[in-house]
């Protein structure tokens, strides 16, 4: 797939199919996450992949638990249908200050490359600086040591939804020139 079509087309999925996803693709995908830009080159990012059921649920739990008030109706549940939920972390010491942007940019180039697979993601933040003991419950569940930082959770299937059309923001409204607001 061509890097504009793959950009267009993914869309966020949240029905997937019954279907697994074999290892090996998943490896593939994190393959070219890890080309993604870190600060000086830090590289500080781990993937992982959690398939266990049980596993999923108490992800999902968490999400549920920690969900703001305002998104209560937009429930995590569906994530313990993906075939894998992906969670990308960070080691504090290799991030040079810049954690979320690292782990937040191998998120979307797994993300896009997952998309040009034919596989379908969401991005689920497990970093939120508002909420810390997101991040803390979701590095407890998977046995991760304090220095390493949970920044995504993205569930990973073959797509069972198309989802409805998005309207895109007009090119206009956010382009400036030189100065802000000017066109
Ligand atoms: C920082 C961030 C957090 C998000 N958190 C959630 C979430 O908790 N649950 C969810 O279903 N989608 C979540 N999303 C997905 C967005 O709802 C989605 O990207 C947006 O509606 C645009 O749709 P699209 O991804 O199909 O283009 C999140 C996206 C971002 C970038």
């Known amino acids: ?6 950009v267009r087309g993914r869309r966020s999925i949240r029905t997937y199919r019954p279907q697994p996803v074999p290892d ?7 393959d070219l996450a890890r080309h993604a830009p870190s600060s000086m080159n830090g ?24 969900c703001p008030a305002e998104k209560r109706a937009f429930r995590a549940d569906f994530m313990i249908d993906a075939a894998a939920l992906v969670v990308i972390a960070v080691d504090r010491a290799a991030s040079h ?5 690292n782990g937040v940019l191998a998120a979307a180039t797994f993300m ?3 998309h040009a697979h034919g596989l379908g993601t969401v991005y689920m933040s497990a970093f939120r600086d508002d909420e810390p003991a997101v991040a803390d419950a979701v590095r407890q569940l998977l046995g991760m040591p304090a220095h390493v930082l949970p920044i995504s959770i993205l569930p990973l299937g073959y797509p069972d939804e198309v989802p409805p059309a ?9 382009v400036f020139h030189e100065r802000f607001g000017q066109r």
């Open 166 to 174: 998005k309207a895109i923001r007009p090119l206009r409204e956010v």
């Open 43 to 66: 590289q500080p990012w781990t993937f992982t992949v959690v398939r266990d059921a049980a596993l999923k649920r108490r992800l999902a739990d968490i999400k549920n638990q920690y």
């Open 1 to 6: 797939m061509q890097l504009d079509d793959a």
């Open 112 to 114: 896009l490359a997952a």
């Open 97 to 101: 200050d810049r954690a979320v942007e």
């Open 24 to 30: 090996d693709l998943i490896d593939s995908l994190i």
